[in-house]
């Protein structure tokens, strides 16, 4: 089995330090309920979503998670977490390494919006890799939306989403307010997920009209 960990590049913006919890919150400001062992983020089912306190637009996304071994469990209870982009665009985390054709609601999908090109799932146990190209939704001077957000995503090295549109906030987010900036949120479904590795590069909106070499 080869595990794909990549080491943070030295512009990376450290979400998970390995060590505590500085930095995130549960949803409502306080503590959050999850714990930290060995430098994995466990999951503590119940506490409620995590939530990153800095704000991000334009980003690089790496983090790895690993889903816990449920056999008796079915579809979404099945090693159930996730990853809101923005706190409002879920990437679905779930155990559907037995799934010939994964849907809307499968790993790697943005959840009830856009299915994973293929299943590029590991099974239950082992760590997996998540790389996120995310473009923030557009904004107009009154605040409405003129571009929506886009995100490739590849799960295990594998392109799973291919520069897709995200038409708004997803399942448990819907309702809530779009903005140009926002901070990871992580779920709480229930399940004993993990996690690690997490950092992202944050990008700049727009390159330079410069054309002529200097
Ligand atoms: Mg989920």
């Given at each position: 089995?080869?595990?794909l960990?990549?080491?943070?590049p030295s512009n990376?913006?450290?979400?998970?330090?390995?060590r505590d919890?500085?930095n995130?919150?549960?949803r409502d400001?306080?503590?959050?309920?999850w714990?930290v062992?060995?430098g994995?983020?466990?999951?503590?089912?119940?506490?409620?979503?995590i939530?990153?306190?800095?704000?991000?637009?334009d980003?690089?996304?790496?983090l790895e998670?690993?889903?816990?071994?449920?056999?008796?469990?079915?579809g979404q209870?099945?090693?159930n977490?996730?990853?809101f982009?923005?706190?409002l665009?879920?990437?679905q985390v779930l155990?559907s390494?037995?799934v010939n054709?994964?849907?809307?609601?499968?790993?790697?999908?943005?959840?009830?919006?856009?299915?994973p090109?293929?299943?590029?799932?590991?099974p239950?146990?082992?760590?997996?890799?998540?790389d996120?190209?995310?473009?923030?939704?557009?904004?107009?001077?009154?605040?409405?939306?003129?571009?929506?957000?886009?995100?490739?995503?590849?799960?295990?090295?594998?392109?799973?989403?291919?520069?897709?549109?995200?038409s708004?906030?997803t399942?448990?987010?819907?309702g809530?307010?779009?903005?140009?900036?926002?901070?990871?949120?992580?779920?709480?479904?229930?399940?004993?997920?993990a996690?690690r590795?997490?950092?992202?590069?944050p990008?700049?909106?727009?390159g330079?009209?410069t054309y002529?070499p200097?």
């Open positions: 089995m080869v595990t960990q990549l080491a943070a990376a913006f450290i979400l998970f330090n390995g919890l500085s995130w919150t549960a400001g306080g503590d959050p309920g714990t062992e060995d994995i983020l466990h999951v503590v089912p119940r506490t409620g979503d939530i990153h306190t800095e704000p991000l637009s980003f690089y996304l790496h998670f690993r889903c816990p071994d449920m056999p008796e469990a079915t209870a099945k090693g977490s996730g990853v982009l923005q706190a665009y879920e990437i155990d390494s037995h054709i994964p849907g809307t609601g499968d790993c790697g999908a943005f959840y009830l919006e856009s299915a090109l293929v299943n590029a799932c590991r239950a146990m082992e760590w997996q890799t998540y996120i190209c995310f473009r923030a939704p557009r904004l107009d001077e009154s605040g409405d939306v003129t571009e929506h957000a886009r995100a490739t995503v590849l799960q295990n090295g594998i392109v799973i989403q291919n520069n897709v549109q995200i708004g906030p399942g448990s987010a819907s809530m307010t779009v903005g140009t900036s926002g901070p990871l949120r992580l779920q709480d479904h229930g399940d004993r997920v996690y590795n997490i950092w992202a590069v990008l700049p909106t727009k330079s009209d002529e200097q």
